[in-house]
């Protein structure tokens, strides 16, 4: 089971990238083009399995 979920900017795209650390096959990584989508996701994550947000991108919260 992962232990914490990651938001980080994607490298190429300008899109935020959610992933589930450490990774496994049964929880991939998902793509959003809008900061607070991906926020969402990993909020609704959080609030299912507990475990915590660590978001490092830049964006603090803006859409």
């Known amino acids: 089971m992962p ?5 980080a900017k994607a490298a190429i795209g300008g899109r935020f990238i959610v992933s589930f650390e450490p990774r496994m096959v049964s929880w991939p990584s ?3 083009r809008q900061h607070g989508e991906a926020k969402r996701c990993a909020d609704a994550r959080h609030a299912a399995h507990g ?4 978001d490092q991108t ?3 919260g803006a859409e």
Do not use: K, M, Q, S
């Open 3 to 7: 232990d914490r979920i990651v938001i």
């Open 30 to 32: 998902l793509e959003f």
């Open 51 to 54: 475990w915590p947000v660590i």
């Open 58 to 60: 830049a964006e603090g």
